[in-house]
């Protein structure tokens, strides 16, 4: 069974952890990616990571872009969204049906 994680600042994931998802507190973006590349290679199937460092390690997150395990998530921080995440969505919907029907 694959586990689920979390990485982002600590204010940002600690109510994950209440729902026992595994969390990772990144202090700056070598390490959210140095935890990304970490977790991809361990038995997770979804990554969950602030847009906040989302944004400062795209090129990691790109390299797991058409990978099956593990999907990557962006979520907004504590601080609202940067809307990276919604922006990623459209993204796959559009590749997955050739459109965007989101919009």
Known sequence: MYKIAVIGDKDSILAFKAIGIEVFTAI???DASKLVKKLAGDNYGVIFITEAFAKDIQETIDKYREALRPAI???PSNKGSLGLGLADINRSVEKAVGA????
Do not use: A, S, T, V
């Open 73 to 75: 998530i962006l979520i």
């Open 100 to 103: 965007n029907i989101l919009n």
């Open 28 to 30: 700056d973006k070598d």
